[in-house]
């Protein structure tokens, strides 16, 4: 079992900064890629930012340059930096990890609960 525990969301007016952590434990072997998606009201989810194991990024066209995702393997965390933040930013934002038990499972991917963010204008 594999729990994905998000936070730092909340109430945010227009061009400022919130910071999300989402920390993973249980039985974990193995962590691949991490990520970020939100989720709007009546929209689909969506990938705002992804990092390899290896440190490798990938942004949305919406986000980049604002927001800045960040992993430590140590603490098996990662972390999402959002800058000037906008109203359209404003959704339940949701961690993702691709997880091993040991060497010989596969990759499976575990979501965390969510957590949301509320930017005002």
């Known amino acids: 079992q594999v729990q994905l525990v998000e936070s730092g969301g909340g109430l945010v007016q227009a061009g400022g900064s919130l910071r999300l952590s989402c920390a993973a434990s249980g039985n974990i072997f193995s962590i691949n890629g991490m990520g970020w998606y939100r989720q709007a009201p009546g929209k689909q989810r969506e990938l705002v930012a992804a990092i390899t194991s290896g440190g490798s990024r990938n942004y949305a066209d919406s986000v980049k340059g604002r927001f800045a995702i960040s992993r430590d393997n140590a603490k098996i965390a990662v972390y999402l930096q959002m800058n000037s933040l906008k109203p359209e930013d404003t959704a339940v934002y949701y961690c993702?990890?691709?997880?091993?038990?040991?060497?010989?499972?596969?990759?499976?991917?575990?979501w965390g609960q969510g957590t949301q963010v509320t930017v005002s204008s």
């Open positions: 993702n990890a691709d997880v091993k038990y040991s060497p010989l499972t596969r990759w499976e991917a575990y």
